[in-house]
């Protein structure tokens, strides 16, 4: 970056200090992890000189043809490693392509029905400070109260009570698999589309070690990130009979022209995830993830659903008399990146919860295994036992580093 650091010496300063924090700490935000070099070439690549209105061969703008090349490359990867109908790779991040499917499919006023915030869903699930709750009618399912488990004769009670036009499954702090079987029965039963968001669990669904929507529902849209290890995207896959639909809410119905720089790198992440070493390594997520929260539970953390099927774990820390917020913050300084997060029935204000999400994909990205997990989940304790002792931080801290030292990270290089 020696062009930038002639130039804007404060931004190019920023950003170093931001690669040695990346590289001197354990990431454990289960939707941040770690591109390859390649991605990161492509997203910092000319394309992002181009406009390019439309779509591959129905361009607004001349001097296409290269960027009609690309993005027809990242449609049908998608495709190909999804086994879906029709993709769409020009959303800018995954809000706007729930959005676009909504836009696609629903009237204003329709009941749009996802798992509740609180419950470990999203906001753009029809969440009342979204305005997603705000255009169409919001409908939330929630988890039990003694497993924080869905419950699908709730949720099917629920939706032949208010008929909602869109079901919603995905989430963003529930730790265990969905059934997309049965949320596709109970769809069709109440005449409602599918909506499967599998930001969270992409790469796991394309490693193998969670169910697959493709089958089930209508719509299915992912981030390009998290798990699926990509630049800061999105993507809609869908049935081909909804394809020009979900087009037309994307282009022109939100946004403009697309981010030419991102939708190549999204075409070198599905290259990357199409490849046994992907494999393996979504396998390694979910190892890594069980064995980090068996370690807890022998450490007497209160895990919400008593564990994980995926790459994240919800802990409530009510026991342990410390806030989430009061712990993600005594955490960073030891090292150990977390966000604090609300648990289901959480008796606390969103902004300083009960607990706190982690999750493994960063870590297992630098090829941390089942044994680092296990010091991890030591370190957590130290720190939970100790919050204020900045003495006891900072030993945690040198040890953290000295771990990171040994698991290069992707795309950064030592220095």
Known sequence: MDALRRLDPDIYELIRAEERYELDSIRLIPSENYVSQAVLEASGSILTNKYSEGYPGRRYYEGQRYIDSIETLAIERACALFGAQHANVQPYSGSPANLAVYFALLKPGDALMGLALPHGGHLTHGWSASVTGALWRPVQYTVERETHRIDYDAVRELARKERPKIIVTG?????RQFDFKVFAEIAREVGAYLLADISHIAGL??????PDPIPYADVVVTTTHKTLRGPRGAMILC???LADRIDRAVFPGLQGGPHNHTTAAIAVTLKEAATPEFKRYGEQIVKNARTLADEL???GFNLVSGGTDNHLILID??????TGKQAAQALDRAGIVCNYNTVPYDPRKPFNPSGIRIGTPAVTSRGMGEAEMRQVA???DRVIAHPDDNENSGRIAGEVRELCARFPAPGIPLR
């Open 378 to 380: 030591r370190w957590i």
């Open 317 to 322: 820390l009510t026991t342990k008399g410390i």
């Open 171 to 175: 989430a963003t702090a529930y730790p």
């Open 239 to 241: 049935r081909r009979e």
């Open 205 to 210: 669904i394309v490693a193998g070690v969670h």
């Open 297 to 299: 539970l022998a450490h």
